[in-house]
C-alpha cells in the first residue's frame, strides 16, 4: 500500500477513534471526567465514546480492578471487537493489581487476559494522564503499517 | 468490634448473664430494657451480653437457640431490621500482619502465644456468627452472636429473615460454614471454580509467598522528616 495512502488511512483512522468505556472501580470516575465533561472534552481529540456496544468501538479503557470473576467477560468484551482493536489499562490496578495485588480475588494486571496498548499509571490517574495516554494510542496508530496489518503481518511501528 | 477491643476487657468477666459494668456511672437504660426482655424471652438460651453505654449491645446465646433467638428478637422485641449476618474467625493469623514478610512467623511476645481470645461476650469456638438487627422504632441495636460448633454447621435464618439469604451465602463461600435448611447454598461472589475459604485466617496469600510486598521497597521518608533530623545533627555537631 503506498505511504501516502497509508498516512491518510492512519490520519483518519486515529481522529474517529469510537472508546467503550469498562469502568471497574474508582478510575472509572476520573475516566468519567475526561470522557463526559466539558473540562477536558475528549471528543477535541477525535474521540468519541458514545458506541452502544463493543461491536461498534475501535478501543476500550479498563480503568479498575479487574477480579478473577470478571476476566471471562473482559475476554469475551475483547473478542466482540472488530479488528483493529486497541486496549488502554488505566490505573494501577489494571495495570498490575495495584494494591490489591496480593489479594485472592485480582487479576494482576488485565495484561494477563488481553494485549494492552497502552498503560496509564496512577491510583487514579487524573483525566490528563488518560488523555495522554489516548495521545500516545493515537501516535501509535498514525505509525501503523495498515497495509502489513490487513495482510496479517506483524505491526510494525516505527 | 476488633479482637484489640476484645481483648481490652477479659472475656470470661463478660461471659455473665449480669452485666457487673453496668455499676459504672454511665448507664444505658435503653440498651438494658432491651437485653432484660431478651433474657426474658430467651432465659438460658442467653449465655453472655455486653453493653457499651450509648453505643451498643451484644448478646451470645448457645448454638442452639440460634434460630429461636432471631425469632424472638425479630418477632417480640420488635428489632424487624435485619442488618446483617457473618461469621468472625477469631484465629490469629499464622502469617503475621500487614506488610511483614508472610515466611516468617508472627512476632507476638505474648505467653498465651497463638491462643484463640474471642471479643465482647466471650466464646468457645474459633468460628462464632453474629447478627445484626435493628428495632426501627426505639432506634436500638442488637449484635446476637453464637459459637459455631465444631461440625461447622449452623441452622439457617432464611425462614426468619429471607434477606439472610446471601449473607449465608457469603458465609458459607468466605468461611465454609454450612447452613442446615439453606435452599441455595451456592456461590455468590467468588469464581464457581474457587478453592478454599480466602477470609479465614488461615487462608495463604500465595502471591506474597511467591513474591516480597513490592509496595515496600518504595519507603522514603517524608520530606520534612529528613530535613529535621538533618539540622538535628548539624545543631549537635
Known amino acids: ?158 | 468490634m476488633s479482637s484489640a477491643e476484645g481483648t481490652d476487657a477479659p472475656a470470661e468477666a463478660d461471659a455473665s448473664t449480669d452485666e457487673p459494668e453496668q455499676e459504672a456511672p454511665p448507664r444505658d437504660e435503653r440498651r438494658e430494657a432491651l437485653l432484660e426482655s431478651v433474657q426474658a424471652e430467651l432465659g438460658d438460651a442467653v449465655v453472655g451480653s455486653h453493653i457499651r453505654p450509648g453505643d451498643d449491645l451484644w448478646v451470645r446465646v448457645t448454638n442452639e437457640s440460634w434460630v429461636a433467638a432471631g425469632e424472638a428478637v425479630k418477632h417480640k422485641l420488635g428489632c424487624t431490621y435485619f442488618d446483617f449476618l457473618s461469621v468472625i474467625d477469631w484465629l490469629p493469623s499464622p502469617y503475621g500482619k500487614g506488610e511483614d514478610d508472610p515466611s516468617a512467623p508472627p512476632e507476638d511476645p505474648s505467653p498465651d502465644k497463638g491462643a484463640i481470645k474471642q471479643g465482647y461476650t466471650g466464646g468457645d469456638t474459633r468460628f462464632q456468627m453474629l447478627a445484626r438487627l435493628t428495632d426501627l422504632r426505639r432506634h436500638v441495636s442488637v449484635t446476637l452472636k453464637a459459637d459455631v460448633p465444631d461440625t461447622l454447621s449452623m441452622p439457617t435464618w432464611v425462614h426468619v429473615f429471607a434477606g439472610a439469604n446471601w449473607h449465608e451465602r457469603e458465609a458459607h463461600e468466605m468461611f465454609g460454614i454450612g447452613f442446615d435448611g439453606h435452599p441455595d447454598l451456592r456461590h455468590i461472589y467468588l469464581p464457581g471454580e474457587f478453592e478454599g475459604y480466602p477470609m479465614r485466617k488461615d487462608f495463604p496469600l500465595l502471591s506474597r509467598m511467591v513474591k516480597p510486598w513490592p509496595g515496600i521497597v518504595d519507603v522514603e521518608p517524608m520530606p520534612g522528616v529528613e530535613d529535621e533530623a538533618d539540622d538535628a545533627a548539624e545543631a549537635s555537631a
Open chain 1, 1 to 158: 500500500m503506498p505511504a501516502s495512502l497509508t498516512k491518510l488511512l492512519n490520519t483518519s483512522r486515529k481522529y474517529s477513534m469510537w472508546v467503550y468505556q469498562w469502568g471497574l472501580a474508582c478510575c472509572a470516575i476520573e475516566m468519567g471526567a475526561a470522557f463526559a465533561s466539558p473540562r477536558y472534552d475528549v471528543m477535541r481529540l477525535g474521540v468519541i465514546p458514545f458506541p452502544s456496544s463493543p461491536r461498534q468501538a475501535d478501543f476500550v479503557v479498563i480503568s479498575g480492578t479487574v477480579t478473577d470473576k470478571m476476566a471471562p467477560a473482559i475476554v469475551r468484551l475483547y473478542q466482540q471487537m472488530p479488528d483493529p482493536k486497541y486496549v488502554i489499562s488505566m490505573g494501577s490496578c489494571a495495570n498490575c493489581g495495584g494494591p490489591y495485588w496480593d489479594s485472592y480475588s485480582v487479576t494482576k494486571g488485565v495484561d494477563q487476559l488481553i494485549p494492552v496498548d497502552v498503560y496509564v499509571p496512577g491510583c487514579p490517574p487524573r483525566p490528563e494522564a488518560l488523555l495522554e495516554g489516548i495521545l500516545l494510542l493515537q501516535e501509535k496508530i498514525q505509525n501503523e503499517d495498515i497495509g502489513a496489518r490487513w495482510r496479517g503481518d506483524p505491526i510494525v511501528v516505527s
